[in-house]
């Protein structure tokens, strides 16, 4: 029994990081689209408590997942006091670009959720969406006038 221990655990310890390697090329190669694709990371930023009045900032990364290049067309928000821009409107294949988001408060309170759809022609999801959330309460100024 300690011979055959003796002989499978060093070709365990061999073959192991092959096969694991190989499990992670399956899984990028799953994941990988015919055509223009687009992955963004991450899908929701939670800014957690935040004051009224506030300008934050947060960046996405938009990836092309495709084996064509990604055109990214009109970026929309949900609301007024949400921005978003990307500096680069054509990603080739395995290549990145960042979505730049800013979300004003304002005299919001209580918890707020806002989205930002991104329009591509990417074979996956013609209209990629990524959302933003925060709970406002009053700036200190504001309070100290009651």
């Known amino acids: 029994m300690k011979r055959l221990v003796g002989v499978l655990l060093p070709l365990a310890l061999v073959a192991l990081p092959a096969v694991m390697a190989q499990g992670r090329q399956g899984e990028s190669k799953a994941k990988q689209v015919r055509g223009p694709g687009i992955e963004v990371t991450p899908e929701e930023h939670d800014f957690g408590k935040?004051?009224?009045n506030a300008k934050l900032e947060t960046e996405f990364e938009i990836r092309n997942i495709g084996t064509e290049e990604l055109n990214i067309g009109r970026i929309s928000t949900s609301c007024?006091?949400?921005?978003?821009?990307?500096?680069e409107r054509f990603v080739k294949p395995g290549e990145t670009t960042?979505?730049?988001v800013t979300l004003e408060t304002?005299?919001?309170q209580g918890a707020i959720e806002r989205s930002i759809s991104i329009?591509?022609?990417?074979?996956?999801?013609?209209i990629a969406t990524v959302k933003l959330k925060a709970f406002v309460v009053e700036s200190n100024e504001d309070s100290s006038r009651s």
């Open 98 to 100: 960042r979505l730049k």
């Open 50 to 52: 935040v004051q009224q």
């Open 119 to 126: 329009a591509t022609n990417a074979a996956n999801k013609k």
């Open 106 to 108: 304002r005299m919001y």
């Open 80 to 87: 007024g006091c949400t921005a978003a821009l990307t500096s």
